[in-house]
């Protein structure tokens, strides 16, 4: 048989948009959980801008926080899985405005190696909030 004819069905599950992201493990759920604790989450945004972020943190190599204050994370489901985040490779988004955006590309790599270690997409981008007193 042809390699083309295995490669249909993946091909169709990846554009009918039922790509689901890797679980997390106990220990990356608990980080999660932590860092969003006493946090309510909104809307689901498509767009935010690059100068808000203060920190960023890999829950693990699909699950990203952009932390812009102490009242305000967002959580970034990647398309896809940039392999080394959660190990401590550099993020590489590519965006040529003042936007990180869903559809971005990016890239993990690591800078001691100088390798490129992994390749994905920014998804949607959910904020959470500390809600008012």
């Avoid at 970034?76 to 590519?94: A, F």
């Amino acid at each position: 048989m042809r390699a083309w004819m295995f490669l249909g069905p993946i091909m169709l599950a990846a554009c009918s948009g039922s790509y689901e992201p890797p679980r997390l493990t106990e220990k990356q759920t608990m980080r999660l959980e932590a860092a969003l604790a006493g946090k309510v989450a909104g809307e689901k945004v498509s767009c935010i801008s690059r100068f808000g972020q203060t920190n960023l943190t890999a829950i693990s190599d699909s699950v990203l926080l952009y932390r812009v204050s102490g009242r305000l994370v967002y959580r970034n489901d990647l398309i896809g899985s940039c392999s080394g985040l959660s190990r401590g490779d550099t993020l590489i988004v590519e965006s040529h405005t003042s936007q990180l955006c869903r559809g971005d590309m990016a890239r993990s790599a690591d800078l001691l190696a100088s390798m490129v270690t992994g390749s994905c997409a920014l998804g949607d981008f959910t904020p959470y909030r500390t809600p008012a007193r």
